[in-house]
């Protein structure tokens, strides 16, 4: 027998309100020694719950209906908890998503990764430990040992929790997208380790992920959930070659997002957005008495243009200030130094009402659809009060008008407008927020990381929308982004940012074929790929 | 003619702002799905019915009126100076006559041996009768089948009242509004029972009360039952008064220092935090006593004793408003600087609307929550507080019946053997059922508005 893990017919369900809701339907699967197996789904697709219950980490409303895990030989749902735990610290360990909440923050790296080997003979643990913390690739282990999480980065943190997984030698290790929250270059080590530690431990991987660029660089088979079932499960290199499933192929088609170009962009015109020498930098006192302050260089003179009917996007890391540039074009932010001009106007030389009235040109979408909408306004209320409010000469008759035909653009329901924003998905919150800024008409959009919330293919639709206004009404937009991938798709020209600072910006094409900046080729080069020619 | 105190004033604000937010809730969906989760929990709809009942009672206290008497001299008709309130018309039987001193519960006699003068010249030591009460059995001789006989009659009464409301208020509910928020309501049952079981003691009680002391008589002969009744009303205005002094503050400078911050944070959080390390027992006392030296200095003011005792009231719920916001502003001033760095704040930000509008928007929907749920928290804590002040003599005005009071005037009989313990314990029982079901509402309301808590619908 080859296989370490088996997964017959398991069925979950999860009891709420009295009622029984299956999530999990006849899920069947088995993981052999030493294989990565990657398990991909959108958000709600039941491939966590299948970890945790493999793991037997489900919470007190999930409910096994039927099936049987088998681990070596072991029907994992029969035994009881005591020998479960003897499992769970010998033979499978865990990496969940969030490194910054796995981690205990009132502990130090070795009581924490000590923990891992409770019950074990204790001698030379120091040694041990640094040997762990040196073969997932910490080389200052005797620093780190003594450090609080607060004082690691992300992937250092997960690093450590990948340490804390593997200290049992376990034989097969389940990876809760572990390189999510985490940057490109970040991920790629990480991703590294991981294969790295599997030919040396010789233990099996179950990989749970959304992205397939990740899983194709990682996995020797997929498998693909939906809606709680297994549509689809072979072979890496057969399934990115030729997909079997329809949704597969759909999964493949959206992960290499390719925009409509618009060609109709005229360089010779004036620009929509001038940013000169853009400096924010926020103060801080170095101590209570003294007059003296550090700054922090958030944004460090910067430049764009963007000319009307253009996308541009800013690319960089967490951190790298790409956000902090948005939130002062839109002032929410002071700034410290430099000039944003708009339509040919400094906004900065505008007097507070002239400033209001000028607004309806630029606008903003923001990141996260589930927090940028008031959850006690109805649908139609948050739409109306930017109009209201910046376009006070329109009688209600025709907002009310502009309402409907909005709402019809973006690919809402007339009724929506009557509605609470916890009615409404993520995909179709993202288009509400969509459709409270273009009531206003305006030149200018700002996307800041509009679709990195979002599944693959709600991500395609709404890139889709986006770039279908673009073409009708010849808005120009500012995308700030850290997927280098799917910007290079939707983007005409590109900033790199790193440290705050522009390390890079021209043509998108002229970026991606031949980077010249040091960093940017990083970049690039950790972007997993889909590699189609396996 | 109708006479309207201060705090009656006030209490009638009270009852109107309810009804307001009632008309709210229904009008606004999301609001009426979190209230309904209350209403269809078996603890939330116990304790609103209890509540209400309570209430009830406060606002038949609340409205106060002058008799009319025809002077005999000039043959006019005049206003007497005594105030009556309409739960005292209807309890009439309970305190129209005193005794002499205390009595037992349900006893015919004194609690204490008098010497009396027997009709041959002789003297005697014995426990005197009770001059009104206790000797009057209505329907039999013996006591204890008396008081069966009065229970069942009060059941048959009860039911009989019962059903008619049954019948004009949850006919019309259950069976011809089908849309009605009570329709399908599964604890609609729980509902009429504990209807049922309030009503049954009401009127038990007020049959009982025409023919015993059922909780005894204090030092000068009064009704204990009536008293405790009497008391509601005091508890309450304490638990609701206070919060609508208390809410302006902790609200507005709440979000104001946490959503505007820089300099108008630093200064209200210094006020609050001034404010939090002064002992509030001592701000109460120096209040209660200011007060005290300006109506003995100004004795032309204020018409009667009631007014006094009202004012007295009045003052005590200001006061203890005003050093009760602090913690409420807190916790406000902590969610709206989470508020102020949401996105869809910060999108109304960038829609050019000033900070008023953004507050009013979108930063008071949204601490709502907590506001209800500190509210009804801190009733019971109110109710509580008042009786420990009154305790101590910076209370309400001994003339205010008030549980506090009651306690502070036992306090002096528990040394005495027999021990008169039934004063201590009907305000005992009486607090216990208000700040029991006070505290389980309360819980209930927290499940409800608690975003974090788990919630069963249904």
């Not at chain 1, 030379?124 to 004082?151: C, F, M, W």
């Amino acid at each position: 027998m080859n296989n370490i893990l088996k997964v017959n017919n398991l069925c979950l369900s999860i009891n709420s309100n009295n009622k029984e809701e299956e999530i999990l339907k006849n899920i069947n699967f088995e993981i052999n020694k030493s294989e990565v197996v990657s398990l991909i789904g959108e958000s709600g697709s039941g491939k966590s719950l299948t970890a945790l219950s493999i793991i037997r980490l489900l919470e007190k409303s999930c409910c096994i209906k039927k099936g049987e895990i088998i681990f070596t030989n072991k029907n994992i749902l029969k035994i009881q908890e005591k020998e479960m735990r003897e499992i769970r610290k010998n033979d499978i360990s865990m990496i969940f998503q969030e490194p910054m909440r796995s981690l205990n923050p009132i502990m130090n790296i070795y009581s924490q990764i000590k923990e891992s080997f409770v019950n074990k003979i204790n001698k030379n643990l120091t040694e041990k430990i640094l040997n762990l913390l040196v073969s997932v690739g910490i080389h200052d282990a005797e620093r780190v040992i003594n450090l609080y999480p607060h004082q690691l980065s992300g992937g250092m943190k997960q690093r450590i929790m990948i340490a804390m997984a593997i200290a049992c030698k376990p034989k097969l290790l389940i990876a809760d997208e572990p390189t999510t929250s985490l940057d490109v270059t970040i991920q790629k080590q990480v991703l590294d380790l991981l294969l790295e530690l599997k030919e040396k431990l010789n233990m099996s991987i179950l990989f749970i992920t959304h992205d397939l660029a990740v899983a194709s660089q990682i996995s020797d088979r997929i498998i693909v959930m939906k809606d709680g079932k297994i549509i689809e499960n072979s072979l890496s290199k057969n399934f990115f070659t030729s997909p079997e499933n329809s949704y597969s192929k759909e999964l493949l088609k959206s992960s290499v997002y390719k925009r409509n170009i618009n060609n109709s962009i005229n360089y010779n015109s004036n620009n929509i957005l001038d940013v000169t020498n853009l400096k924010v930098y926020y103060k801080e006192k170095e101590s209570f008495l003294l007059n003296k302050y550090i700054y922090t260089k958030a944004v460090d003179g910067i430049n764009i243009s963007i000319k009307p009917g253009m996308t541009h996007a800013i690319i960089g890391e967490s951190g790298s200030g790409k956000t902090t540039i948005a939130k002062a074009i839109m002032g929410l932010t002071s700034i410290t130094a430099g000039k944003i001009k708009i339509l040919n106007k400094d906004i900065s030389e505008l007097n507070s009402s002239k400033k209001r009235d000028f607004r309806k040109n630029y606008q903003m979408i923001f990141q996260d659809p589930f927090s940028s909408l008031n959850p006690r306004m109805r649908i139609g209320a948050i739409i109306k009060e930017g109009l209201c409010f910046l376009k006070p000469e329109i009688n209600n008759h025709d907002v009310n008008l502009i309402l409907n035909d909005v709402i019809k653009n973006v690919g809402l329901k007339y009724d929506s407008l009557y509605k609470y924003p916890h009615e409404f998905s993520g995909g179709q919150r993202q288009r509400i927020a969509i459709a409270r800024v273009l009531v206003l008409n305006p030149k200018l959009l700002i996307c800041d990381e509009p679709t990195s919330s979002l599944d693959v293919t709600v991500q395609e639709q709404v890139l889709d929308l986006l770039s279908n206004i673009q073409n009708k009404r010849n808005i120009s937009y500012l995308f700030i982004s850290h997927d280098i991938k799917l910007i290079s798709n939707i983007s005409d020209t590109i900033s790199i940012m790193n440290k705050g600072k522009i390390v890079e910006s021209g043509k998108t094409s002229d970026i991606i074929n031949k980077p010249e900046n040091e960093y940017t080729q990083k970049l690039l080069n950790s972007v997993p790929e889909i590699n189609r020619i396996l | 003619m109708f006479v309207y105190l201060l705090t009656d004033i006030f209490f009638y604000l009270i009852i109107i702002s309810l009804l307001i937010y009632i008309l709210y809730v229904r009008r606004t969906p999301d609001m009426l799905r979190t209230w309904s989760y209350v209403f269809k929990n078996k603890t939330g709809i116990i304790s609103i019915v209890v509540l209400s009942f309570f209430m009830l009672i406060a606002f038949f206290d609340s409205i106060h009126v002058k008799k009319k008497i025809l002077n005999n001299d000039t043959n006019q008709f005049i206003y007497s100076n005594d105030i009556q309130s309409l739960l005292d018309i209807i309890l009439l039987p309970t305190y129209e006559n005193f005794e002499k001193s205390y009595s037992s519960p349900f006893s015919s006699k004194l609690y204490s041996k008098e010497t009396i003068k027997l009709k041959d010249g002789s003297e005697k030591r014995i426990y005197p009768g009770l001059a009104y009460k206790g000797n009057h059995n209505k329907y039999s001789k013996n006591i204890s089948a008396n008081l069966v006989i009065t229970a069942i009659l009060s059941l048959v009464k009860s039911f009989i009242i019962f059903l008619f409301f049954y019948l004009i208020i949850f006919y019309r509910t259950l069976y011809e509004r089908k849309n009605n928020i009570f329709y399908n309501f599964k604890n609609n049952n729980i509902l009429c029972i504990t209807f049922y079981i309030l009503l049954f003691i009401f009127l038990l009680l007020y049959d009982l009360s025409t023919q015993y002391y059922v909780l005894g008589t204090d030092k000068v002969g009064v009704d204990v039952l009536y008293k405790s009744i009497k008391s509601i009303r005091t508890g309450i205005l304490i638990g609701t008064l206070t919060t609508i002094v208390m809410l302006p503050f902790a609200i507005f400078l709440g979000i104001f220092a946490g959503f505007i911050g820089g300099i108008v944070d630093d200064i209200i959080q210094y006020i609050y935090t001034t404010l939090n390390s002064i002992p509030s027992v001592l701000l109460i006392a120096s209040a209660i006593l200011i007060l005290q030296v300006h109506m003995a200095n100004n004795p032309l003011n204020f018409e009667n004793i009631y007014e006094r005792a009202d004012l007295r009231l009045f003052f005590l719920c200001m006061i203890l408003g005003l050093t009760s916001w602090t913690g409420l502003c807190r916790l406000l001033r902590g969610e709206s600087m989470k508020l102020r760095e949401v996105e869809f704040v910060q999108a109304s930000q960038t829609f050019g609307l000033n900070k008023f509008s953004i507050i009013i928007r979108h930063i008071i929907p949204n601490i709502m929550h907590i506001v209800i749920i500190t509210v009804v928290l801190d009733f019971s804590a109110l109710v509580l507080a008042e009786a420990v002040l009154s305790y101590v003599n910076i209370g309400v005005d001994p003339t205010t019946y008030s549980w506090g009071n009651m306690i502070n005037d036992a306090r002096l009989e528990m040394s005495r053997e027999p021990v008169v313990w039934w004063s201590l314990f009907s305000a005992f029982l009486f607090m216990f059922i208000l700040v029991l079901f006070a505290n389980l509402f309360a819980d209930v309301v927290r499940d409800a508005f608690d975003p974090r808590a788990s919630k069963k619908y249904e």
